[in-house]
Nanobody
Framework: QVQLVESGGGLVQAGGSLRLSCAPV????????MGWFRQAPGKEREFVAA????????YYGNSVKGRFTISRDNGKNTVYLQMNSLNPEDTAVYYC???????????????????WGQGTQVTVSS
């Protein structure tokens, strides 16, 4: 079992930035691919970004490409999502997820991820 804990969410004005962090509790995650997803009220969970186990491969959703950056520090056992130029459409609960089966991939496929965090709220005011 892998428990993931997200942090860094909050309220920010449009045009601002936030950095989300995600870390597993009690175990190293260097062998996992990691992803960020988000879900706004009344909408399906949406892919945001993914990174493979080594950090050499990343993949972004079209709505965040050029504004968000996913990265990882395996030494600190943490994955990050740097979010810049935020707009109200980015308001959602953001979830961190781990893919323990295909770590060489950076997948947008929600079904590849077998462990999920509880989520952190990001609210962007206009």
């Amino acid at each position: 079992q892998v428990q993931l804990v997200e942090s860094g969410g909050g309220l920010v004005q449009a045009g601002g930035s936030l950095r989300l962090s995600c870390a597993p509790v009690g175990r190293a995650f260097s062998n996992y691919a990691m992803g960020w997803f988000r879900q706004a009220p009344g909408k399906e969970r949406e892919f945001v970004a993914a990174i493979n186990w080594s950090g050499t491969n990343t993949y972004y959703g079209n709505s965040v490409k050029g504004r968000f950056t996913i990265s990882r520090d395996n030494g600190k056992n943490t994955v990050y999502l740097q979010m810049n130029s935020l707009n109200p459409e980015d308001t959602a609960v953001y979830y961190c997820a781990a893919d323990t089966n295909t770590p060489w991939l950076a997948s947008r496929n929600l079904e590849r991820y077998d462990y999920w965090g509880q989520g952190t709220q990001v609210t962007v005011s206009s």
